[in-house]
């Protein structure tokens, strides 16, 4: 394949794994791989067999993103595969969160994934692929993470619609939808301050392992495990109110209803 491949949050997780899944399969001039701990991207190099360039940059700083422009404008590489891995979350009741987290975490999941897509374009060809990371809540509104998933469900409507705008030129957009994954996302978000009820975690590597042979089928959505499956079939029958209560009851939260109507 050749060219490069450029892989972002690729200093733990998802991301991390991704690496090595891209890295075991196919060969690229260099694995661009974008975080912000220097130390943990240089790690990479002992475990993969093609050239890893670290790239340090904080996604969440627009400054960040010239710096990427920047790079494709000197060196004007052959981008055969952009995986938008970076992500992060706020669990909780989203009045008593900080705002700065909560727009920190629209900026990376969405807005960078964006920019990262509109300026990794015009140095792919036909045959070239990206690969963004959804979720699971990409699927349904999902209260007391209400931030991560509405900037989720923006992934894969995104990732659906630039996928069929890029047909014509042979690009293919594949979004990866996963389910609960053990991760240091996880202390990031405060998961367990407020999630209760888990059915069945999966490892990050398991995610990135499906997602390579999912890419090899062209498909536009990966989902990882057959349980996965079966409820985003599900959750797209059912009213979204009634999804909403669902996942209130399995963590625990109120249910209480105390509406008026307006100006009583």
């Not at 690729?10 to 220097?38: H, L, N, Q």
Request: aromatic share 10%; glycine share 8%.
């Amino acid at each position: 394949m050749n060219g490069i491949a450029v892989i972002t949050g690729a200093s733990a997780g998802i991301g991390r794994e991704f690496v090595f899944s891209v890295d075991k399969r196919y060969e690229f001039d260099e694995i661009w791989v974008i975080a912000r701990r220097e130390e943990r991207l240089k790690e990479l190099s002992a475990g993969c067999r093609n050239r890893i360039r670290p790239v340090v940059m904080d996604l969440t700083d627009s400054k960040a993103i010239e710096k990427y422009r920047g790079m494709l404008e000197d060196e004007k590489p052959d981008i055969r595969m952009l995986v938008n891995s970076a992500g992060c979350g706020v669990f909780g009741p989203f009045e008593e969160k900080e705002l700065d987290k909560l727009t920190g975490s629209v900026q990376l999941n969405s807005v960078a994934l964006t920019a990262m897509c509109h300026i990794s374009l015009p140095y792919m060809k036909e045959g070239s692929c990206i690969i963004n990371v959804g979720s699971n809540s990409s699927w349904q509104p999902v209260p007391y993470q209400a931030v991560y998933g509405a900037s989720k469900s923006y992934v894969l409507s995104f990732s659906r619609a630039i996928g069929r705008e890029l047909r014509p030129r042979g690009i293919h957009v594949m979004c990866v939808c996963p389910g609960w994954i053990k991760t240091e996302f996880q202390e990031y978000a405060h998961h367990d301050e407020y999630i209760r009820y888990v059915d069945r975690w999966y490892g990050p590597d398991e995610v990135a392992e499906q997602a390579m042979k999912d890419l090899e089928k062209l498909k536009e959505v990966s989902i990882l495990g057959a349980p996965v499956r079966r409820q985003v079939k599900l959750v797209k029958h059912l009213p979204v109110d009634l999804v909403m209560d669902i996942w209130c009851r399995q963590q625990g939260f109120d249910m209480s209803d105390n509406r008026k109507k307006f100006g009583e």
